[in-house]
Structures are given as structure tokens and as C-alpha cells.
């Protein structure tokens, strides 16, 4: 079709309203019934859109560093028993590991050591007071005998807290100040129901202060995360719906850095009844945005100029040419908003007949 409307013996009165708008304003281009048919102008009704969809995006299932939890030894150990395999779940308070330590067994004779002589000079200053009430003892003597039992109550907390802050618990501590006997062989339970995803050592096996041992990924929250293109990350609002197999997952952590080389963006979706998922999986995963005043148009109805697009809405005269917004676009239409209502009409053929005409008064 040629450039000019002219060519066509049609005779189209354009009128402009100018309300200060951008690039081209408001414009009405006034248009017969007859003149519409002529031009093959067809119109069709605006689709009000609730969701829009991206995707799909590979994304991958992954767990909250707080649920990776790993056991070790605060002190060197032989490793005398596992309890458990790789892969087996296991229960809170289960057995996974029976360890011996000679640096624990002198550990626990050094706070045997303090108790005992704690007790001696507990008795002899106990008796101390009662002399000195007597008069029998002076008054420095007793001063000494309170400063010796000060020093002995320290060596007995000392000890306590070496033994605590390599591995005793405060019911191994007390079985321990009640027997007097050395604990020589030391259980480690699991602290939380979960998976066992790494076993480190062998039965017979001496092992490191720190050594993580067996790894264990624990009952907790899942996620499936994606990295998405900036142009879509800010159409992506916290809340957005992920749907990938047969899993539902809700937007929970957008990031704010954006990878310099793949201009993306990392999002985090907490996944719903994420029961024997499997972590590091990979899926294809569709997000799902609510959107208020959205259309969705076929791509014919859209024109373009100046990285600005624009659609034609029916009105009574003619047609007004609108600024609108892509907010997604599929494979025949696009979503976008604008000055659109329900029930509106856009020209959807011959677009570029109407941008003409514009265009022809604009010479």
C-alpha cells in the first residue's frame, strides 16, 4: 500500500489534540465506516489480562545453608562405629558416630584431678572457719584458706568448660562428676531429622580436631532458584507464583546485583510441600505474575517508532493513537497497558495505513 492515503482517493481528516503528551500527543484520525473498509482497517476487541507468564527458566532446587549441618570432633578421635550410611534418613536423636579421644580422656581426668582436691580444700576451709571462730587460727590464715578455695572453685570451671567446649554436654559432665569415671567412648545423635548426604570417615579411622565427618542436609524449607534476565526481574514482584512439574513455589528473595557478563538477576521461590524433593535438581520453571490494567493485543495491532510503541483505539470519529507498554509478549500477541478499558477496540490490520495518515499531517 502506498505511503501516501491520498493515492488512494480517499480524503482523511486528521485532528490533533494537543494535551502535551510525548512524540506524538494525543491524535484522533477521523475515518469513515466505508474509508476503514477500503483501507482493510479490521478492528478487534482488547483481551483484559489478571496473570501474565515468563518462561520457562531453568531453575534449580536448593536448601537453606542453616539446613546443611555437619559433624565433627572439637578433638582428635579414632572412629570406633557408624551408625549410618550415605543417603539414609535419619531421625533426630538417632546414633551416627561412637568416637574415642585420648586428648578427651585426659580432658576428663585433669577436671577429676580439680574436683578432688576442690573437695579436699572445700573440707579444710569449712574446718578453717570453725577454728577461727574458735580462735584458734588467726585471721590470715584464714584469709589464705578463702583464697586457696577461690583458686580451686576456678580450676574446677576451667576444666568444665574445656570439656564442654570439646564436645561434653552438661549430662556427661554431671554423670561425670558423680562417677569419677571417665566417659571413653563418645556418641554423637543427630540434632535434626534429615538426609545423610556425605559419610567422610571409616570405622578405625583417626581424625582431626574440626574434621567434617558426615554431612547431613535437614528437614527444612526448600527453594528453587533462577536466574533471570534483568528485563524480566522487574516484572517479577515478591509473591509471583513458580510452577515446574508438579511443585508450586512462591517468590521469596529477589536479588538486587545484577551479573555484570549475563546481565541477569538471581531469584529465590520458597517451594510448598516440598517433601522428598531432590535437592540440586533441575527444572523448567514458569513464574506467573498478578497484573491490574493489562490488555493482551495481537502483535498486527502494535506499530513502533522510536523504540515507542503505540496502538490505534477505536472511537467514535476514527481511531486515537495511544502510547502503550509491553509488559510480556508471547508468540501472536502481546500484554501491554495503557489507556485502555474493557470493551475497547484497536485497529488490528493495516496499521501502518493509519500510521500514514498521521504521518502525511505531520508534512
Do not use: W
Not at 585426659?106 to 569449712?126: F, K, R, V
Not at 581424625?207 to 533471570?228: C, E, H, N, P, S
Not at 524433593?277 to 493485543?297: C, G, P, Q
Amino acid at each position: 500500500m502506498h505511503s501516501k492515503i491520498t493515492a488512494l482517493g480517499l480524503k482523511i481528516v486528521i485532528t490533533t489534540h494537543l494535551l502535551g503528551f510525548a512524540l506524538f500527543g494525543a491524535q484522533t484520525i477521523e475515518i469513515s465506516q466505508k474509508q476503514q473498509k477500503d483501507l482493510g482497517v479490521k478492528c478487534q476487541a482488547v483481551t483484559k489480562v489478571e496473570t501474565i507468564s515468563f518462561g520457562p527458566y531453568n531453575g534449580v532446587v536448593i536448601l537453606d545453608k542453616n539446613d546443611i549441618y555437619s559433624i565433627s570432633s572439637n578433638v582428635e578421635s579414632i572412629v570406633k562405629e557408624i551408625h549410618v550410611r550415605k543417603l539414609e534418613y535419619v531421625k533426630k536423636g538417632q546414633k551416627l558416630l561412637t568416637l574415642k579421644s585420648n586428648e578427651l580422656l585426659t580432658l576428663q581426668q585433669e577436671y577429676i584431678q580439680a574436683l578432688l582436691e576442690s573437695d579436699n580444700i572445700n573440707q579444710n576451709h569449712e574446718r578453717n572457719i570453725k577454728l577461727y571462730a574458735e580462735g584458734i587460727i588467726s585471721n590470715k590464715k584464714l584469709l589464705e584458706s578463702e583464697k586457696l578455695k577461690r583458686s580451686s572453685d576456678l580450676d574446677v570451671r576451667l576444666t568444665a568448660n574445656q570439656l564442654l567446649t570439646n564436645g561434653f554436654n552438661e549430662a556427661m559432665l554431671k554423670t561425670l562428676q558423680a562417677t569419677s569415671r571417665p566417659i571413653v567412648e563418645k556418641t554423637i545423635y543427630a540434632s535434626q531429622d534429615g538426609t545423610v548426604y556425605e559419610v567422610n570417615v571409616n570405622i578405625g579411622e583417626y581424625v582431626q580436631a574440626d574434621y567434617k565427618m558426615i554431612q547431613i542436609y535437614a528437614d527444612g524449607t526448600r527453594f528453587i532458584q533462577l536466574t533471570l534476565p534483568v528485563k524480566i526481574v522487574k516484572n517479577v514482584s515478591i509473591g509471583d507464583i513458580c510452577t515446574f512439574d508438579s511443585y508450586r513455589a512462591k517468590v521469596s528473595a529477589i536479588g538486587n546485583v545484577v551479573n555484570s557478563a549475563s546481565q541477569s538477576v538471581e531469584v529465590r521461590a520458597t517451594i510448598e510441600n516440598a517433601k522428598d524433593i531432590m535437592i540440586n535438581r533441575v527444572y523448567e520453571v514458569t513464574l506467573t505474575d498478578a497484573i491490574s490494567d493489562a490488555f493482551k493485543v495481537t502483535k498486527n495491532a502494535l506499530v513502533f517508532d522510536e523504540n515507542r510503541s503505540y496502538l490505534f483505539k477505536k472511537v467514535p470519529l476514527g481511531f486515537e493513537m495511544i502510547e502503550v507498554k509491553i509488559i510480556s509478549e508471547g508468540v501472536n500477541c502481546y500484554v501491554v497497558t495503557g489507556d485502555l478499558s474493557v470493551g475497547d477496540e484497536v485497529a488490528a490490520s493495516s496499521t501502518s495505513a493509519l500510521l500514514s495518515a498521521r504521518e502525511s499531517k505531520s508534512e
